[in-house]
């Protein structure tokens, strides 16, 4: 993993229906990541935040270039493209990129970027599996598409922007799911990405979880780019999240699973998402993320 580590804001809300999840970078710098990035023996470089269009000037209807409902999927594309060459560049750079959110939609971007030339897995720790795509959302928010997107289903097929060829689904892990859409859930099970419930994680414990997670996205050769939805915790843990589902993991829990994957060595890129400063109290739900970004990059107490 590169010592070096930079940090790209990437604040979209287009992807959600809730509007705040764009101010999750800022939220997340102001509870203190640089100083746990250094306590997480990192140099670290911001690189700021990309730009992005303001909302209110904005068509959600405007047309898209695919079947189905995908709102302001233009201003996703846009965004996901210079995102996913600021990863590049980054990993070019012999850097290790850390990607703030905005919604999951961002994804879509990092992904590609980290994949580029590169045989990468993916382990996806959240609440859903944002596996829907345009033709079977039902609510045509792109952050519940974004795995669906880098792997080419529905419409996505075949979408230069949005693909991510450098990913095999035999390495694609989703960690912790408890909120799927009908057709989502079809489409997982004929994928041959591999996925773990809540239940999974209540019957075989967090840490049997994430080491077998990693034996499956670590057999790509280039490393791991790890997801965290803090939705994938529960709401009483990260209440600033725009789809909190019951029933999450723990604060512990997720400290463990992010410390484990540290410990492999083998984490190529990280984004962490779906802060949302608006309906968090006390900014704790940004903390959180400070906190697991660094337990990820490799701190510890002792
Ligand atoms: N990244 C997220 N928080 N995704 C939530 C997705 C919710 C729902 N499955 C949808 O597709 O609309
Ligand atoms: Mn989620
Ligand atoms: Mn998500």
Redesign the pocket.
């Known amino acids: 993993m590169n010592e070096r580590v930079r940090v790209i804001g990437a604040p979209l809300d287009y992807?959600?229906?809730r509007r705040g999840v764009d101010m999750g970078p800022s939220a997340i710098r102001y509870a203190g990541l640089a100083g746990e990035l250094a306590a997480s023996g990192r140099t670290a470089v911001d690189r700021g935040d990309l730009s992005v269009p303001r909302a209110e000037e904005r068509d959600p209807d405007a047309e898209t270039p695919v079947r189905g409902s995908a709102k302001f999927l233009r201003e996703v594309r846009d965004v996901c493209e210079r995102l996913s060459e600021a990863v590049e560049d980054t990993l070019a750079a012999g850097e290790f990129p850390l990607v703030l959110g905005g919604?999951?939609?961002i994804a879509i971007g990092s992904i590609q970027g980290s994949s580029r030339n590169a045989d990468v897995g993916v382990i996806w720790f959240?609440?859903?599996?944002?596996f829907?795509t345009p033709e079977t959302?039902?609510?045509?928010?792109v952050?519940?598409?974004?795995m669906a997107a880098a792997l080419g289903h529905g419409s996505f097929a075949g979408t230069d922007w949005a693909n991510a060829p450098g990913v095999d689904p035999e390495n694609v892990v989703l960690v912790g799911l408890r909120?799927?859409?009908e057709k989502?859930r079809l489409a997982i099970r004929e994928s041959p990405v591999t996925a773990y419930t809540m239940s999974d994680i209540d019957e075989r414990g967090i840490t049997a979880v994430t080491e077998e997670a990693l034996e499956v996205a670590g057999s790509a050769a280039d490393g791991i780019h790890v997801s965290l939805?803090m939705?994938w915790l529960d709401p009483k843990e990260a209440p600033g999240?725009?789809?909190p589902v019951r029933g999450g993991v723990t604060y512990r829990e997720a400290h463990a699973a992010l410390e484990i994957v540290a410990n492999r060595k083998v984490l190529r890129s990280l984004e962490v998402?779906?802060v949302n400063p608006i309906l968090d109290s006390g900014n704790e739900t940004a903390s959180l993320a400070v906190e697991l970004a660094a337990s990820a990059l490799g701190k510890r107490i002792l």
Not at 126 to 130: C, E, K, M, S
Not at 137 to 141: A, H, L
Request: glycine share 16%; no cysteine; net charge negative.
């Open positions: 992807g959600a229906d919604d999951h939609s959240d609440a859903h599996g944002d829907n959302s039902p609510s045509g928010n952050h519940g598409m974004p909120s799927l859409d989502e939805d939705d999240v725009g789809t998402v779906e």
